[in-house]
């Protein structure tokens, strides 16, 4: 495997969704009507979402994914070229690209998300070339392709380059790729039953202590996120802001996170920063409506209003 040498600073392998945002007036109870304020159909996805947010703040990307061969493929690509983003689409004839239906509760921003997936748009070992990841600074990876992404990881890492994923669920294939991450950067639901350990806290350490991670973060939601770097734990709170919709949050905090991570911030500056970029994306419509610039998430990680602690001081203290 060649030498590492930099032809991207982050490349992303994984998903991208076609959602159509509903704004409801209020979540609909079973058996019940409501009328809907509005219906908007907007580009998303848990990868493709972090790679043209990094590309917007001024990293070079490349993105790898799979869609089909319909409008929404099509708009995808037409939203990389755009941003900018160097582009491995693979299209699958005869195959309706991923897409969601965020039913979306206006007076809260809180979503419920409907997809359908079909089994072809999964990415396969033999979809990727070394040569469209040798070169990257950082690859980041989904755990929803957790067996073309340990592929890559491999190629990555040999390459001397950092692997950091998004896992939000157990997923088949996830046992191979743990071992091959740098950073983990994972839902709460995840960490604590891949581990079994009681309490978040412990469940990071333990994951990290297994696998060797560099880092490994949880995100809360409005509560947050919390990380173990292998010394101590972190803690960061979430930012008050008018949250619109939330969709879209974590795909952000990924990116932040990444864009943290090569420009070697601390963990404290790297966690604040992701919960306020996280924060603003709220502010808006849509997976990347809320995109803000690095300049305005730093002021809000600066001078912002933050949620109260979901994890008191005393309580990392005692655990560390």
């Not at 040498?5 to 409501?34: C, K, M, Y």
């Not at 950091?164 to 669920?169: S, T």
């Not at 849509?286 to 979901?310: F, H, M, V, W, Y």
Request: glycine share 10%.
């Amino acid at each position: 495997m060649p030498e590492n040498t930099a032809t991207a600073d982050f490349i992303g392998i994984g998903q991208n969704a076609l959602d159509t945002l509903i704004e409801l007036p209020r979540f609909p109870a079973p058996d019940s009507e409501v009328e809907f304020l509005s219906a908007c159909p907007l580009p998303g996805g848990q990868v493709i979402t972090a790679v043209i947010a990094c590309q917007r703040w001024g990293l070079k990307t490349r993105y790898i994914g799979k869609v089909g061969d319909d409008a929404a493929g099509e708009l995808h690509l037409a939203e990389l070229v755009r941003a900018g983003v160097e582009t491995h689409l693979i299209v699958v004839p005869n195959c309706a690209s991923q897409s969601s239906f965020i039913l979306v509760n206006r007076p809260t921003g809180e979503r419920t998300i409907l997809y359908q997936r079909d089994d072809r748009l999964g990415l396969l070992p033999q979809d990727l070339r070394p040569d469209w990841i040798v070169g990257s600074r950082l690859l980041h990876v989904d755990g929803h392709n957790a067996v073309a992404g340990a592929v890559a990881a491999g190629w990555a890492r040999q390459a001397g380059a950092l692997v950091m994923a998004d896992l939000d669920h157990i997923y088949p294939g996830i046992e191979g790729l743990l071992p091959l991450l740098d950073y983990a950067v994972t839902s709460s639901s995840f960490v604590l039953r891949w581990t079994g350990a009681p309490g978040l806290p412990r469940a990071l350490k333990a994951l990290g202590a297994r696998y060797g991670h560099r880092t490994v973060c949880a995100t809360l939601g409005r509560g947050g996120a919390l990380a173990w770097d292998g010394a101590r734990l972190w803690y960061a709170p979430a930012y008050r802001v008018e949250v619109v919709d939330t969709t879209g949050a974590g795909d952000i905090f990924h990116a932040a996170f990444a864009y943290g991570v090569l420009q070697s911030w601390p963990v404290d500056r790297l966690l604040a920063f992701s919960c306020a970029a996280a924060a603003l994306n709220c502010t808006a419509l849509g997976a990347r409506g809320g995109t803000k610039t690095i300049a305005e998430i730093e002021s809000l990680r600066q001078c912002g209003s933050k949620l109260p602690a979901a994890i008191a001081e005393d309580e990392l203290r005692a655990l560390a």
